[in-house]
């Protein structure tokens, strides 16, 4: 009995000292496929646009009302890029996950014929948490950190953080202690039950969509498989008061697009393209996702302790598989998923903090894809731990408090020394650098130019290059400095076999 009482009394001197004042918070990270900044009826933008009016997300709207919405985020232009970095801190330059990932040990089939580049080596096995892995991004990952600090973690939806055959393609291997329905591959075989999902088809066999058998052959969307599942994983952590991070990936909004018949109704009666009612119906599918977890916490009595984070992991596909006018699909941004402009990395952003964000507020702060690793850990009240890995992104809670309104001016990288498929405007191989209102852009193929002001000209239709000569010159030096300093790959000339000069080398 004494024994007993001299525990507890040192137990709760020890728990004096290092407990934090309140109990770290559930974190439930939506985090949706290929949505661009308008496909949603809350409006990004100053103004709400056609599209805006187009689409509805009643619950994207229940949650910009309850907490923030940040009106310049931004993703990378492809799936694994900007998944790594998620889970890294890393930017993609340092990382070298540079191009969405699949196939082991080689360039992406497409890379491999340009007429006029020969693309360097880049990570194709995508992440990997031992040095075992060729061609992989060594990091230690955010769901390793956080269940290594009490974290209950799931993923449920798309992975691809790994090619096929490498451990990364199971999100098990990344500190997630529940995997739903993730693997190597960026596209379900289908979206369809009745369709197993893509399971069963020798021609979709890589994008057959693993685990949720006891949907196949029923009429259940994938989206709604995934939410019933990934509820249902949050019981263990609610029933032992554990705190959980629900990285809910969804496959939606990626191709192939395919109806879901549930929200058909609100999009027939309008003068719509076959593909963009699939599209539409797509999208509402996702916010009806959202809208059953909020519910869902909600109804635990949860609510109050959980943190909601909504992201996009790139623009809106517009090059490919939509219908209407190609590369039309983000107006006023130029272009979609694959481009350096708006269209392709500008993403819609929302993030609700109990107690802490301020309600229905606006964030024109730029934040990038990297900066939620080290905001995540800060809000899980993880303040020490260490990592494998240099980390490239900012803490952006102070901004989810209020205490800050804007950054710092900082810098703002993107590079892509790759090939990703589909042309159009933008798309191809070129390095990045947003800071303030200003953005360049280096293309490597033909190593020229573009100077935007953004506040000015959101669409990217008035190149300054030639009237702020200065302006270019330093956010030239600026990128060539990251670039080298984070050991960027750049691309080789295939008629000289000369790299690609760095930005300010292009400039002299
Ligand atoms: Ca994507």
New binding site residues.
Partial sequence: MRRAIYYGVLLGLFWSCTAPSKNPPNIILFFV??MGWQDTSVPFWDQPTPLNEKYRTPNMERLAAKGVKFTHAYSTP??SP?RVSLLTGMNAARHRVTN?TLYPDQQQPMEKEHPTLIFPDWNYNGLSTTPTVPNSALATPLPQLLKDHGYFTVHAGKAHFGAIGYPAENPLNLGFEVNIAGHAA?APGSYLGTDNFGNGDENRKVWAVPGLEEYHGKPVFLTQALTEKAIASLATPIEQKQPFFLYFALYGV?TPLMADVRFLSHYESMDLPPEEVKYATMIESMDFALGSLLDFVEQKGIAEETVVLFM???GGLSAVARGGEKHQHNVPLKSG?GAIYEGGIRVPMLAYWPGKTPKNQSISSPVIIEDFFPTLLDIAQIKEYTTLQAIDGNNFSSLLKGEISDFEPRPLYWHYPNEWGPSGPGIGSYSAVRMGPWKLIYFHEDQHFELYHLLNDIGETNNLKESQPEQVRKLAQMLTDHLIEVKAQMPRIKETNQQVPWPVEALN
């Fill in positions: 496929d290929d492809v799936c900007t969405w960026g990626h996009s992991d790139n998923k």
